[in-house]
C-alpha cells in the first residue's frame, strides 16, 4: 500500500505571509497531484508535476516534485483570503496494479486572516 | 466541467438499511471512482471501473458494492449501512488519455444514524 504523508494539517496565517506545505512518501509515483477543495464541493485540481524534479508555477503558487518522484511541494507566496481551503496531493501508482490509482495524502487545511 | 452528477447530494438513512449513491457523467469517460472523505484521511478509494460491467476494489471496499451498467452511470450500494459509514463520498472520472488526473463531483453526505 502507498502512503502519503501531508504535513501540516492545518495552517493558519495572515494575508501575505508565505507558506510550504509538503508531501512525502517512500513510495515513488509516476506523477503527483495537488488539488484545492472548499466546503461542499469536490476537489478541483491545480496541477499535474510528472518528472523528477519539475516545478510548476502557478501565478503565487509553485509546485514541485521531488528527484525521486516520492515527495512534492506547495509554496504559496504572499498569501491571500482567497486561497483560504483544503490542499490534497495525491499520487498516482507507478506501475503494476498501482497503475492509475490515486493516493491522497491526509489533507492541510489552510486559514488565510484579512 | 467535466459533467459529473452526484444524487443525492445528502442522504440521512438508518443503521441495517441498503443505500444506493449515483454517480452520472456525461462525457463517455471509461474510469469511474469511487471515494470517501473522512477527516485526517483525505480520499480513500472505494472501488473503481475501467469499463461497462468492469469494476476493482479499492482500499476500503469491505462493505460496498458497485455496478456499471452503462457507460455514464456508476452506482455505489451500502448493502446494509453502519455509523461507520458516515461519510461523504466522492465520484471521480478520469478522462481519455490523462493517465493520472481526476476530476471530482461535488460529493454525497451520507449519515448513517
Known amino acids: 500500500t502507498q502512503l502519503l504523508e501531508q504535513s501540516p494539517q492545518f495552517l493558519s496565517i495572515q494575508e501575505g505571509e508565505n507558506l510550504t506545505v509538503y508531501c512525502n512518501s517512500s513510495s515513488v509515483f509516476s506523477s503527483l497531484q495537488w488539488y484545492r477543495q472548499e466546503p461542499g464541493e469536490g476537489p478541483v485540481l491545480l496541477v499535474t508535476v510528472v518528472t523528477g524534479g519539475e516545478v510548476k508555477k502557478l501565478k503565487r503558487l509553485t509546485f514541485q516534485f521531488g528527484d525521486a518522484r516520492k515527495d512534492s511541494s506547495l509554496h504559496i507566496t504572499a498569501a491571500q483570503p482567497g486561497d483560504t481551503g483544503l490542499y490534497l496531493c495525491?499520487?498516482?501508482?507507478?506501475?503494476?496494479?498501482?497503475?492509475?490509482?490515486?493516493?491522497f495524502g491526509q489533507g492541510t487545511i489552510l486559514t488565510v486572516h484579512p | 466541467d467535466a459533467g459529473i452528477t452526484q444524487s443525492p447530494r445528502h442522504k440521512v438513512t438508518e443503521t441495517g438499511t441498503p443505500v444506493t449513491l449515483r454517480c452520472h457523467q456525461t462525457?463517455?469517460?471509461?474510469?469511474m471512482y469511487w471515494y470517501r472523505q473522512d477527516p485526517g484521511h483525505g480520499l480513500r478509494l472505494i472501488h473503481y471501473s475501467y469499463g461497462v460491467k468492469d469494476t476493482d476494489k479499492g482500499e476500503v471496499s469491505d462493505g460496498y458494492s458497485v455496478s456499471r451498467s452503462k457507460t455514464e452511470d456508476f452506482l455505489l450500494t451500502l448493502e446494509s449501512a453502519t455509523s461507520s459509514q458516515t461519510s461523504v463520498y466522492f465520484c471521480?472520472?478520469?478522462?481519455?488519455?490523462?493517465?493520472?488526473?481526476?476530476?471530482f463531483g461535488q460529493g454525497t453526505r451520507l449519515t448513517v444514524v
Open positions: 471521480a472520472i478520469r478522462p481519455t488519455g490523462k493517465a493520472t488526473e481526476a476530476f
Open positions: 462525457e463517455n469517460h471509461r474510469y
Open positions: 495525491a499520487g498516482a501508482g507507478a506501475g503494476g496494479t498501482s497503475y492509475g490509482k490515486l493516493t
